[in-house]
């Protein structure tokens, strides 16, 4: 049954029932593009309290490595000088400390590698009985806490005379640093295209050739990955250190660590600072030579 209409009222024209749908069709776009702009700003929103959180601290380090007569609850300090990296490197002797930190992570990567090469290659392109086995007793180390580990191994260094030397201290950190580089080296190894080793060997090439000429440009990407893991956990650590180093074998860290016990908060945060730079140009110099996604390692598809 029809609605009556009002006097004098017209039925809408289909012009004017168009303009409608058209009206309702765009407050339903309008409400589509707010809920779209509501989640970029959930998402930048998120990123940028990521960022800060992450970035904050570094923040604060750096100010505090700079500041002078910051005190109190200012946000900012009121001084700035390089007196606190002055006394870095003259009281906490930060040249020959940083000789032994580069000097034991170069022989840690070094033999870390060396292992890894061999052992990424049989993970990841033989069949082994027991794979998972062999991974989780590769994994052991960085399974437990680390000071139960770092007490065995200072026992053993202690009656082998390893104790304050830097070969030593270099050989407790293969034992943390071989697993990041084992793992990515056997998934680059995993990765790598069974057609083209064939091909190499139709035109004529021997295994040595093979492997220099072609497996190592392929794997070269994830062989740097490795260096970058390897390199920076050993430069790093500090129970294993704790626990083997002297007075010849102090590294950044450990001095970092005394630092905070003496209270000399501004010559910690510049040693701290000290402490990231060669981190950070080591990856600066590597990122040069390959591409940044192909930094994981040269997993399948990459």
């Known amino acids: 049954m029809k609605t009556p209409q009002r006097q004098g009222q017209a ?32 998402a930048y929103t998120f990123l940028l309290c990521f960022f800060l959180w992450v970035f904050t601290p570094f923040l604060m380090i750096a100010l505090k490595s700079v500041g002078r007569n910051w005190f109190g609850k200012l946000w900012l300090p009121p001084e700035l000088t390089l007196d606190w990296y002055q006394w870095a490197v003259a009281v906490a002797n930060i040249p020959d400390v940083l000789k032994n930190s580069l000097l034991i992570a170069a022989i840690a990567v070094t033999m870390s590698t060396a292992i890894a090469i061999p052992t990424g290659w049989a993970l990841g392109r033989r069949r082994i009985p027991g794979k998972e086995v062999i991974t989780s007793i590769i ?20 009656r082998l005379h390893l104790i304050d030397t830097h070969f030593g ?3 407790a950190h293969v034992a943390i640093c071989a697993p990041y580089a ?45 260096l970058i893991f390897t390199f920076t956990t050993s430069y790093n650590e500090f129970t294993l250190t704790l626990m083997t180093y002297g007075p010849k074998t102090m590294t950044l860290p450990v001095r970092t660590y005394l630092a905070v016990g003496e209270g000399y ?4 945060s510049a040693l701290s600072i000290l402490l990231i730079v060669p ?24």
């Open 11 to 42: 039925d809408p024209g289909p012009v004017e029932v168009a303009v409608q749908g058209a009206g309702r069709t765009g407050l339903l776009w309008q409400y589509v593009r707010a809920l779209l702009d509501a989640k970029k700003l959930l």
């Open 139 to 158: 994994l052991l180390p960085r399974m437990i806490p680390p000071i139960a580990y770092a007490l065995g191994v200072a026992q053993i260094f202690y």
């Open 169 to 171: 201290v270099a050989i």
């Open 182 to 226: 084992i793992l990515v080296l056997s998934s680059t190894f995993e990765g790598l295209d069974e057609r083209v080793l064939e091909a190499a060997a139709v035109c004529g090439a021997n295994n040595m050739r093979t492997f220099f000429h072609v497996t190592l440009p392929l794997v070269m990407p994830g062989i740097l990955s490795s």
């Open 265 to 268: 908060w501004e010559v910690t």
């Open 279 to 302: 981190s950070l140009i080591v990856l600066f110099l590597i990122q040069r030579q390959v591409q940044p996604e192909k930094l994981v390692g040269g997993f399948k598809g990459v």
